[in-house]
């Protein structure tokens, strides 16, 4: 059985998360999205609102051959991925920018749990340059973000934020 987590903020989730989501399909037989409890951060979405709009998207990319869930977790991302008996952590690379960073977590991670790897997926280059930071700032301030987040995800950013269509 091979179970990944792929851990993450999600607020909101993007075309660019669906994408790694996508891609991490036919590589795992079990994937649990891992949404972030992060009310320190301020985030716009609560937790559970992440998790609900996730779940409704997640049809959007499915192909029947791997089990997606979504779960909520507060701590170390290498705990919970222990705790849930996942041996990867997927996490999506856009462009250089980001591995620095994501380096960093990769190894210290590893540290922390030897026996679970960090898998690298690349997003497709048409969402190389989206994040979740943003597609939140864009549509604040009366962008267009149609084709880069979900529709579903746009309309509740609208309500969320009590912005006209
Ligand atoms: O979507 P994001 O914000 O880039 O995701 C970052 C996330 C949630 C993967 C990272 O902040 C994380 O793992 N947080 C949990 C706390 C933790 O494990 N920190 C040490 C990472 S080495």
Redesign the pocket.
Known sequence: MRRAIF?????PPTNGHLDIIKRSLPLFDEIII?V?N?PDKNPLFSVEERSDMIREILPLVMNGGCDVTVDS?S??????ARRSGATAIV?GIRAVSDYE?EL???L??RR?EPSIETVFLMADEEYSYVS?TLMKQVFMLGGRVAGLIPELVEARMRDKLKVQP
């Open positions: 851990p993450g903020s999600f607020d891992a972030l992060n977790f701590g170390l991302t290498a705990d919970f996490r960073y960093r977590m990769a210290m991670n922390l979740s």
